[in-house]
């Protein structure tokens, strides 16, 4: 079953925005078996829109449209989709009366634009949306199922799931069964070369490799009818698989690396803390961004400046002197702060620079030492990551994550 | 003139790719006045995008495909277009060479597969990558001017300014001037009303708002053939946008909030420090991600534990066992402890339940206070945010920087 994804907005047209919904919908359908063969972005147009409904429902059983289905004179989505299946917008008065609901709940007023939100397509059916004030919409026509969904991304995830999933899941015969591992410490062409020859005989399985940053994931897919057969040949690539790189998998379930860490020292009762400065709170984020980790994760520091190495971690003012703020020994004394400061099992300091100023000959923009406390000892690692502020921060992030893996 | 983006690739169909070159590709045609009216993404599909190819270069004046220029088999974008020109693929000399060149250098030896990049579409131009092994590709077909580049981006950007924009900025005579205005403090639709008449006389110009979080963003666009004439359209609405909402408005240079604050807080001379419980790092960050915060930004701290909030905020343990941790008098002692433990001039605190859990019928998931700590006062506010997790650190985060900016 084939699906295709219409987004519609001058916004994601003209480059202000970057279209991730279609990579979360195209994501969705493929896991339950829908493969979207094509994706498309048209501006807020009447004309254009209807001329890719066109051509979508012509070759797509499910095509799912986002965006456009505000409250001003330029959210024409619905009134495209309506004109395009020779249907009125009527007055629902049962979401007239959710929109006066939500305003009244917050003290406010209406405004006519908002009532727009109030219509719906002849024959529709309207889909819930919990976090915005535009229900979506759903609508079957020559055999083809319809979906309006609202643009930003809260909204309209939670209604792929709550919604479009379970109307379009009964439709589908073939089964998608896929796979991911996760994998550190090696490249990708590595593990590719590794795989190479069941990356060739892919009769009934793809293989796949993705580069990410300091990571790689290799994507198993089967696609078939018959479920049973379908996770035997997951299993079999699944032995492969760790035969020849499982040193390097920290996680086949769709986990994360701070997923695997959190559980990891969680099951340990462990707990870390954070030591900052050309990071500056990714790490400590990456932890609090996680519900429940407040059973390892408790506090952290950012220390930016020298003074605040001193005041807040009590590395020794000697240290910053003789070796600078970006030395093995500053992280390492930065860690062992941290550590007995806060009465934790592990630590973790990150200083470095970032650029795009501050490098030099000696100490270039990229130069990055990581250290780690544990209850055994402490580990200094010493980086020099290539690209502009955001990327060797990102890398430096991901490094330290990395680094506390290999030890836990 | 308007202009068109195909993107190639399984993985960008499968959803395992964001399509931010779409973004990257329109933002930059966009500035030297050529409009995209559609993207696409197609497969690896000889039949797919020469069907694709066949719409685009009707409507549209320039058209960049992206992907499918690597050396394996299922890259297939060179072979499409040639087909689609009917014109065959020729063994390029230099090409070869370079492709020797690239490999030996590197101590490897080119596999077949490689000298498919070395194959060039009759009549095509071939463009320059110096990131990568894949050449562009730059023919003209029926009066439409198509570029082929390869899809990573790091290899991609550079080509789009080194070489498509230089052949494209000559053959424009339209000039696009634009402007976006970032306002908080007022939601989309009353910033909507306010603007109604000239969302409406939009003849020369366009003024488009978008909503973004805890944002509106209002892009006013002018299009033309005299710079002076839209220039004295742009400040037309310039003052009308500034006398109607001029409160709202923090930027229209294309800075963030937190340029705005950063560039305040320099030019007065004064520093800032941060204390975050759910928010945890989020707003250190985003202060630590900009160059240069460090004349603003030293330091700061996670206390996602009660017991962290005493040890390094000094935070009073009577106020926590009397208040709780989410209270107005925590995030106050939080913002008081910050300040005058590290001497700088404002300090800002966050304590909030993000959820999932956590919540209860007094303090839901979602009440967020935030504390301000400036020179002469301390300030708190309280929230009840909607949405997940993500959602309430996000939006705790955001509206801890407005306030700050409601206090500069």
Redesign the interface.
């Known amino acids: 079953m084939y699906g295709e994804i219409i987004?519609v907005g001058?916004?994601?047209?003209?480059?202000?925005?970057?279209?991730?919904n279609?990579?979360?919908?195209?994501?969705?359908l493929?896991e339950i078996g829908v493969?979207?063969?094509?994706?498309?972005?048209?501006?807020d147009s009447i004309e254009?829109i209807t001329n890719q409904l066109k051509s979508a429902v012509k070759r797509s059983k499910v095509v799912v449209l986002c965006g456009g289905l505000?409250?001003?004179?330029?959210d024409l989505t619905k009134d495209a989709v309506a004109k395009f299946l020779n249907k009125e917008l009527v007055e629902d008065s049962k979401l007239i009366e959710e929109i006066n609901k939500w305003y009244n709940h917050r003290g406010l007023t209406p405004?006519p634009?908002?009532y727009r939100q109030g219509m719906m397509i002849e024959g529709g059916i309207s889909l819930v949306n919990d976090?915005g004030t535009a229900p979506g919409v759903y609508i079957v026509a020559e055999g083809c199922h319809l979906f309006l969904l609202p643009g930003?991304p809260?909204e309209l995830n939670p209604m792929m799931v709550d919604s479009v999933i379970p109307i379009i899941k009964p439709l589908v015969s073939s089964i998608i069964r896929s796979k991911t591992y996760k994998l550190v410490n090696i490249g990708e062409s590595s593990a590719v070369t590794v795989l190479d020859d069941i990356m060739e005989a892919c009769e009934d399985f793809i293989v796949?490799p993705?580069a990410k940053l300091r990571e790689v994931h290799i994507?198993v897919t089967a696609i078939g009818e018959d479920a049973n057969f379908l996770s035997q040949r997951i299993a079999k690539v699944d032995s492969i698989i760790y035969e020849r790189l499982g040193e390097y998998v920290y996680s086949d379930n769709g986990d994360e690396l701070i997923d695997v860490i959190i559980s990891k020292l969680a099951a340990d009762k462990m707990t870390v803390c954070?030591a900052?400065s050309?990071?500056?709170?990714?790490?400590?984020?990456s932890?609090?961004?996680k519900?429940?980790?407040?059973s390892v994760?408790?506090?952290?520091?950012?220390?930016?400046?020298n003074?605040?190495k001193v005041?807040?971690l009590h590395v020794d003012k000697d240290l910053l002197d003789n070796y600078g703020a970006v030395s093995a020994e500053v992280a390492k004394a930065m860690a062992k702060g941290a550590l007995e400061?806060?009465g934790v099992d592990y630590s973790i300091s990150v200083t470095g620079i970032?650029?795009?100023?501050g490098g030099s000959d000696e100490k270039p923009v990229g130069l990055v030492y990581i250290g780690i406390g544990t209850p055994s000892n402490m580990y200094v690692y010493e980086h020099r990551f290539l690209g502009n502020?955001?990327k060797v921060?990102d890398q430096a992030a991901k490094h330290a994550l990395i680094h506390l893996w290999d030890l836990l």
């Open positions: 987004a001058e916004e994601v047209l003209a480059g202000d925005v970057i279209n991730s279609a990579a979360t919908i195209s994501r969705m493929s493969s979207c063969r094509f994706h498309s972005v048209v501006g254009d505000g409250p001003t004179k330029d405004t634009n908002n976090n930003p809260n796949a993705y994507k954070t900052e050309c990071t500056g709170g990714l790490i400590a984020s932890f609090v961004e519900s429940g980790a407040s994760y408790n506090e952290g520091f950012i220390t930016y400046s003074e605040s005041r807040n400061l806060t970032a650029g795009p100023t502020r955001d921060r």
